[in-house]
């Protein structure tokens, strides 16, 4: 196969249910590096080239610059595997960040939040979790703690009249560190020793095989036990008693073979938040299993699925968005991606119609969040059910 066949057979593996906008048009265009690379891989180590990308509603680019490079977007579930192959794909960069929904009796004085916030961030190395020393990094990335007054929507759960979401990682593991090596092959010595490498002709894919491909799955349920202790202790020292509503991953692994990207797993029926803007509210959702037969064939992917053999991955999809992902004001439409010595750069055409943009570097591009057309997209698919609507009193970005 030449290059084209690759990224054509890529392209047939995504399978896209955002809201078409200029976000999930670069998503799509620069997966289907990462996909060929999979594949590629694949075909080398004589397995099935099957590696698929099932998305969100909130389907977007990816702000992690590596990530980015390697082929990838945000906002789905990656599957290379039937769960239990011992290949771990490490260009991926799983870290466990997820969100803590909490729920309080009491609406807490914005003030004491500042001055316990102002405390931690200055001891928080006193703070240990899992015997890993813990830093404070809220004011970090998108990393955030929000407050909300609870509105019920659909009456089944007894919810304290206030919430709180903190949504964070645990950045401690992502380099070498005391109970081994990092998830982050570029910041982890360590990972990048062991790390397997193959040439594509989309560039270098770092894997794991083996034992090691194990290995690094159980490093990564440590990293994530830690990274929900870790958002539960500082809530804890900022809020005293409260209510753990939910405590989810949204960007790590599902299982040695599966990434999710950006987006909840639903499972054992738990509430799921989707939180959008700090200017608008948060949704608390109870996931329904997707796809169904008759939601294949309204999104178009049933011919394609049952050629490729993918529909059971299609009716197993079982994924919500987490958030509403990023939007570029200025851009429209990608027009073509442009390769020059190994890099990317994606032509786009401009909202107001005049003239075109080069874009690469995709951390540097003005960007917002999406708004409520991702949880009306949601449910629209009859991905989920809204149980409770969070309106927004403090967004604590400090």
Not at 73 to 86: A, F, P, R
Not at 100 to 115: N, S
Not at 137 to 153: L, S, T
Not at 293 to 309: D, M, P, V
């Amino acid at each position: 196969m030449d290059r084209e066949e690759y990224l054509s057979r890529a392209k047939d593996h995504l399978f896209m249910t955002g809201i078409n906008d200029n976000g999930m048009k670069l998503c799509a265009a620069n997966m289907v590096y990462g996909i060929a690379k999979i594949h590629f891989l694949q075909e080398k180590l004589g397995l099935n080239p099957d590696a698929t990308f099932i998305s969100t509603p909130d389907v977007t680019i990816t702000r992690n610059l590596e990530r980015w490079k390697n082929g990838f977007g945000y906002g789905g579930k990656i599957e290379w595997g039937n769960g239990t192959l011992e290949l771990m794909i490490l260009d991926l960069l799983p870290n466990a960040c997820g969100m803590l929904v909490g729920g309080l009796e009491e609406l807490p004085e914005i003030e004491t939040l500042i001055d316990k916030v102002t405390t931690i961030s200055v001891k928080s190395s006193n703070i240990k979790v899992n015997g890993i020393e813990v830093v404070w990094d809220f004011a970090k990335g998108n990393h955030f703690i929000d407050v909300f007054k609870v509105r019920n929507i659909i009456g089944i759960e007894d919810f304290p009249p206030y919430m709180f979401i903190v949504h964070g990682a645990g950045d401690e593991l992502r380099d070498d560190n005391q109970k081994g090596y990092g998830l982050y092959y570029y910041r982890s010595k360590r990972l990048e020793n062991i790390a397997e490498k193959m040439d594509t002709p989309f560039g270098i894919i770092r894997f794991l095989t083996g034992k090691k491909a194990s290995d690094y799955c159980e490093q990564y349920k440590f990293v994530d036990d830690f990274s929900k202790k870790r958002r539960i202790e500082f809530a804890k020292r900022l809020f005293g008693d409260f209510k753990v509503i939910s405590n989810e991953t949204h960007q790590g692994l599902a299982d040695i073979n599966t990434m999710l990207l950006g987006c909840h797993n639903i499972k054992d029926n738990k509430i799921l938040p989707i939180a959008l803007r700090g200017d608008l509210p948060a949704y608390l959702v109870y996931g329904k299993p997707s796809f169904t037969k008759e939601q294949i064939e309204n999104l178009g992917f049933e011919k394609r699925a049952k050629k490729l053999g993918l529909m059971k991955r299609l009716k197993n999809a079982n994924v919500v968005p987490h958030g509403g992902g990023y939007h570029f004001p200025d851009l429209l439409n990608v027009l073509k991606v442009i390769e020059n010595k190994g890099q990317r750069y994606f032509l786009m055409d401009l909202a107001n119609d005049r003239g075109k943009k080069v874009i690469k570097d995709v951390r540097e591009m003005p960007y917002d969040y999406r708004g409520r057309m991702v949880v009306l997209r949601t449910l629209e698919l009859g991905l989920a059910e809204v149980t409770a609507k969070l309106i927004p009193l403090y967004v604590l970005k400090i």
